[in-house]
Each structure stands twice: as C-alpha cells, then as structure tokens.
C-alpha cells in the first residue's frame, strides 16, 4: 500500500487486508496513526476513508450526533484502523445528509429507524420504493400546506408593517389607547389584525 506523506515521514497504518493486489490511488484521505499526528493514505474515491471528527466536520453535525446515529443504527463505519478508530466512505457523508433532509422534513430520529427498517424488511424493491413514494407524496403537501400559510403570514407582516409606518413620525402625546381612533391613519384603510390585537381585550 503505498503512502503519502505531507510532513516528516510517521509510521503508516494499515487499514486494508494485506495481500490483495494494490488498486490505483488518487485520492487523498485521512488515516489515523497510532499517534496523535494523521498521515494521507492515497486510493480512489470509493476507498476513502475518514475519521468521525472528519465526517462531522464535512456534513456539519457533532460527533456526538454521529455516534447516535450509529447507536441507532442510521450509520455505520466502513472499518476501523488498527488502532480502533472509526473510518468512513463517502457513503457516509451522502448518509448523514440524507438523515439530516430527513429531519427538515419532521420526522425524528426513531421515526428515520422505522422508515429505514420498513423499507430493508420489503422483500421485493418495487413495495419498497412505493412506500417512500407515498411517504414522499404525504410530506410533499404537508409542505405545500406549509408554504401557504407562511406565504400567508409573509403578506399579513409586510401589510403590518407599512400600517405602522405612519407612526414613526408621531409626536402625540396621547396615551396607546387613542391609536384606536388615530387620524394619522386612513379611515378606509383595514387595521392588520397582527396590529388591532393590541387595541382589543
């Protein structure tokens, strides 16, 4: 296997079976010695292997997030060096990513697991893939639903906001109950209600 060193030479540690013949290596990834320095094992991108502060790194989440997925058994190590530590693909990144859209979308942790396991215990793919599709199809209009009424609040905001433009040049000296009946204002014009709710009890 041949190794790549950046630095000072350190001792290289073996993390694939000995014995096989040497694949082409192109490209570089981070392989924990058995010291606290980390040396560039070079090989393809499929044979990429990274340690779990790495991983957190690439993809954004702590390393204790991963270690719970693992737990849960989200994610897994592609291997481990000789020294114990975990290593990963960039498999693993695409995982993580896809647990963390997951997320976005409202389903928890154990709701992921139940999903996950739904679809590995479906013997033939094409069941397998309708259940995504249909728990697709649902999370797609709770979102469409979900735009709405943010697209909503968005136009309620913004007809709140050039209400309450009149006010910055105010100098009365009434009290905030007299905004009720405020000349300033257009007596056509319909009060917001984000604004109205603070004149009624």
């Not at 320095?37 to 090989?43: F, I, N």
């Not at 020294?83 to 976005?104: F, P």
């Amino acid at each position: 296997m041949t190794i790549q060193l950046h630095k000072k030479p350190v001792p290289a540690v073996t993390t694939e079976p000995t014995g096989a013949a040497a694949a082409p290596r192109d490209v570089a990834a981070k392989v924990p010695t058995s010291g606290a320095r980390e040396t560039e094992l070079v090989g393809p991108a499929s044979t990429l292997r990274v340690r779990v502060g790495d991983l957190a790194k690439r993809t954004g989440k702590t390393v204790r997030a991963l270690h719970l997925y693992e737990e849960l058994g989200l994610l897994a190590p592609a291997q481990r060096s000789s020294g114990g530590y975990r290593l990963y693909t960039r498999d693993a990144e695409v995982r993580v990513r896809w647990i963390d859209k997951l997320q976005q979308m409202g389903f928890s942790l154990p709701d992921i697991k139940q999903i996950v396991q739904d679809v590995e215990q479906s013997r033939r793919a094409p069941v397998a893939m309708q259940r995504v599709q249909d728990l697709f199809r649902e999370k797609l209009e709770e979102t469409r639903e979900q735009l709405r009424r943010l697209s909503a609040l968005e136009s309620e905001l913004t007809a709140s906001l050039t209400y309450l433009e009149t006010c910055d040049g105010c100098e009365t000296d009434e009290l905030l109950g007299a905004c009720a009946g405020c000349a300033r204002h257009d007596c056509d014009h319909k009060t917001p209600e984000l604004v109205l709710g603070f004149r009624v009890h």
